[in-house]
């Protein structure tokens, strides 16, 4: 299952473009799309946008650490004010007849773990799904994820509980389940650059054949689909800049470190710059990868 980006649900509920870009569905998979917000009317109205654009699940964002999201009270701060958090759950939950589900971190800080607490009310409040990043909003992205301080969330909820945070590989997905007790993990950053990632740890945790990473050829089809892809959903010049980022990541997994090989690319304006030079890069790294 994927997730949409977060989108703030007033600027959803005033019709800004942009967030309506972001409700746009991917073929053939569950359509998540992820809310955030602090006053219930918006949660409302944007969950009954999310269903009217075809979503089957509506995800609220109680974990986004940016001071921007944060000092607006939305994101983890609600993780400081419960009570306004489960007003946000139970207007949501009410204002459509999808699944509702929440993803959370650990808390606001190392003195404030109540992601149980909030768990156990989201499921009472009837949320059917609950992420918690093994994070607290302090740490930011800074330290370890704690898996092993997820499982009170596990023990407090009966409903899915997904654990989130560095799992990057089979092994850390499998340590995560573990020390968590989840029933499935969520990844994240691990992803970038490949994303076949997620199949391929799926795949491993049901005990199915391997899913081999695509290589040279399929690789670069594979690199140039999402290319397009992005263009088409952002348009061509804004999806140009979007896309230097996910190209850079690609260029990272095959191990093409080299600055000025990478450069153009980084740096393309236009589209042409980029069909001419990847080819060359993709084929000709092949190898350098650890
Ligand atoms: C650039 C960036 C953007 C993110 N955007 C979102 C978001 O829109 N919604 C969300 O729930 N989490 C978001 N996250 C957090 C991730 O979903 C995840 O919880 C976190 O990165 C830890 O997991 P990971 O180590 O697998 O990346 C974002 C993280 C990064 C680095």
Redesign the pocket.
């Known amino acids: 299952m994927v997730v949409s980006?977060?989108i703030a649900s007033a600027a959803l509920g005033t019709g800004q473009a942009e967030m309506l870009r972001k409700t746009h569905k991917s073929e053939g998979l569950p359509h998540v799309i992820?809310l955030a917000g602090c006053e219930a009317h918006w949660l409302e109205v944007g969950a009954k946008i999310a269903q009217d654009a075809g979503a089957d699940i509506i995800d609220i964002?109680l974990?986004?650490p940016s001071k921007r999201v944060t000092n607006g009270f939305a994101g983890s701060a609600l993780m400081r004010v419960p009570d306004q958090a489960l007003r946000l759950i139970e207007a949501t939950v009410k204002a459509t007849t999808l699944p509702v589900t929440v993803?959370m971190r650990l808390g606001w800080d190392d003195d404030n773990l109540n992601a149980a607490d909030i768990a156990r009310r989201a499921e009472e409040a009837g949320v059917q799904m609950i992420t918690v990043?093994g994070r607290t909003r302090q740490q930011f992205?800074k330290g370890d994820?704690r898996w092993q301080l997820v499982r009170p969330v596990k023990d407090a909820v009966s409903v899915p509980l997904v654990v989130?945070?560095?799992?990057t590989s089979f092994d850390a997905a499998q340590k995560a389940l573990q020390l968590s007790g989840a029933d499935a993990v969520m990844?994240?950053?691990?992803a970038q650059g490949q994303p076949w990632l997620v199949g391929q740890i799926g795949a491993q945790l049901a005990g199915a054949a391997v899913i081999e990473a695509p290589k040279r050829q399929d690789l670069l089809n594979h690199i140039f689909a999402h290319y397009e892809a992005i263009l088409s959903d952002y348009g061509t010049e804004l999806g140009i800049r979007v896309a230097r980022k996910h190209l850079g990541w690609y260029l990272d997994v095959i191990g093409q470190t080299d600055a000025d090989l990478r450069r153009p690319i980084m740096t393309a304006e236009t589209t042409d710059t980029v069909y001419q030079r990847l080819p060359e890069l993709v084929l000709e790294s092949w190898g350098k990868a650890a």
Do not use: L, P, V
């Open positions: 980006e977060m992820q964002n974990g986004c993803k990043h992205y994820a989130n945070g560095d799992i990844i994240g950053r691990g």
